[in-house]
C-alpha cells in the first residue's frame, strides 16, 4: 500500500465527513420529523412575484384521536385549521407591518404544551395553541425547505439529467459550488442561455468559455460566482471563477430572472451548494423569547453544536494520524522485508545442518528406551568397544605378538 494511495484516500474521507456534517442544510419540498419537546428551526424561500403563495406549511396529526392541526404561512397571512372528529376550527391573522420581505426565511417551531411558531423579525408568536394533537411526527412542506442548518449555506442534490432551481433574489452576488464523486459536467441555465461548466487545466479553476470542454474533476469542491446586475436595456449575468475572480462566462438577458437552474447529463449526480446566504434580521424580541424557551433545554446543547462544528476538524486530524502511522509501519515492514530477503541464503545453509533440537529429541528417546528396557528386565546390550585405527608402522609388530601368543599356548 503506497503512502500516495493513503493520502488519496485520507483527502477522500475527510471531504466524505465534511459534507456528512452538513446533510442537515439540503433543500427538500418535504420533511417528515419526529416531535420533540424543545424546538427545531426551519429555513424556506419566500418567492417575490406572489405574496399569497404558502411558504411554509406544517401538519400535525394523531390518528387515535382523529385530530389534525394545519397551519399554512404566507408572506402576509397565516391561516390554521384544527380538526378533531367531526369538530373543525378556522383561524386567519395578518403578519404584522408589511408581512414577510421575499428571499430566505427563518422560523423556529416549538412543541410542548403550547404549540408555537416564531419567525425572525417578528416579535410576537405568529401561532401559540394549545397542543391538543399530541402528533407523534411534523410534516412540514415548503420551498426549499431545510432543517435545523446551522450554516448559512443551501444544498442541492442533482440527479442525472433533472434540473435544479436555485433560486435568485435578483440583481446581486451568488457564491456557488459544485461537489461531486465522479467527473460531471453541469450545465447552467440562466433565462434562455445555457452555459457549460468545464475544467481549465492551465489556469486551474471553472470555466465556460472551453472550446473542448473537460469534465471537472471528481472530490474537489469547485467554487464559483454568478454576479448579476440591471443594466439600461437588459439584465446581465457574469461568472466568475478563481482567487482574482476572473470572468469565465457571461450572460445577457432581455428581462430580470429570480432564478437559475441547474443539470447534468445522464447518469450525472453531484450537488450544488449556495454560499453564504443573508436570511433578514438576526436579533428581535421574539427571537430573546424563543432564546429563554432554549435556556430549559438540555445544559448539553452548547456541546452538541460545538462538536457538529468540529468534528469535521477533528476526523481530518485523526485521519492523519491514522495515514502517518500506517506510512510509518510501511516503511518499517518493507525494511524487515529486505533484511530477510538478503539473509536468506544463510537460512537455508542454517537448516541443513543437524539441529541442537534435533540431537535433544534423539537423547531423549533413548533415554525413554532405556528405562523401558530397566522395568521390563531386559540388560541393556554391551557397549562395542571403538576400536582404534592401527598405525601402518605397528601393522608387523601386532603380527608377530599374536604369532608369539598362539606359540605359547601350543606350548
Known sequence: ???????????????????????????????????????????????????????????????????????????????????????????????????????????????????????????????????????????????????????????????????????????????????????????????????????????????????????????????????????????????????NETLVGSASLPDEIDELSIHGNQAENFIVILRDITTGEEATAGDSNSSLEEADGPPDDWLNEALLSYSPIVSNFLLVVVVAVLYVKNKKLKMVNEALRRQLPDIKEKIQEPSVWRYLFWEFLNLFKNGRRRRSGISQPPKIPEKNPLNPSDEGRDEGAAKDYCGGDAD
Request: some cysteine.
Open 1 to 243: 500500500m503506497s503512502f500516495k494511495f493513503l493520502l488519496k484516500l485520507c483527502l477522500l474521507c475527510s471531504t466524505a465527513f465534511c459534507f456528512q456534517f452538513k446533510k442537515d442544510c439540503v433543500s427538500k419540498r418535504h420533511f417528515e420529523t419526529d416531535r420533540i419537546a424543545t424546538s427545531w428551526d426551519i429555513r424556506v424561500w419566500a418567492p417575490r412575484e406572489n405574496t399569497d403563495a404558502r411558504i411554509l406549511t406544517l401538519v400535525s396529526q394523531n390518528e387515535a384521536r382523529s385530530s389534525l392541526r394545519k397551519i399554512d404561512i404566507t408572506r402576509t397571512e397565516v391561516h390554521t385549521l384544527f380538526i378533531q372528529g367531526s369538530h373543525r376550527a378556522k383561524n386567519t391573522s395578518s403578519i404584522p407591518g408589511d408581512g414577510f420581505p421575499p428571499g430566505w426565511r427563518e422560523f423556529r417551531v416549538t412543541s410542548d404544551s403550547r404549540f408555537k411558531v416564531w419567525a425572525t423579525g417578528v416579535e410576537a408568536p405568529l401561532v401559540d395553541v394549545e397542543d391538543d394533537v399530541g402528533a407523534e411526527r411534523v410534516v412540514v412542506r415548503g420551498s426549499n425547505v431545510t432543517i435545523n442548518c446551522r450554516e448559512p449555506i443551501v444544498i442541492w442534490n442533482v440527479t442525472e439529467d433533472r434540473e435544479t432551481a436555485v433560486p435568485l433574489g435578483g440583481p446581486g452576488r451568488y457564491d456557488l459550488a459544485v461537489f461531486s464523486r465522479s467527473p460531471s459536467s453541469p450545465v447552467v441555465t440562466l433565462g434562455d442561455r445555457t452555459r457549460v461548466l468545464s475544467w481549465d487545466p492551465d489556469l486551474n479553476m471553472v470555466t465556460t468559455f472551453a472550446s473542448q470542454p473537460r469534465a471537472l474533476p471528481a472530490f474537489v469542491q469547485h467554487n464559483f460566482t454568478i454576479e448579476c446586475s440591471q443594466a439600461e436595456n437588459h439584465f446581465r449575468c457574469d461568472v466568475l471563477a478563481g482567487q
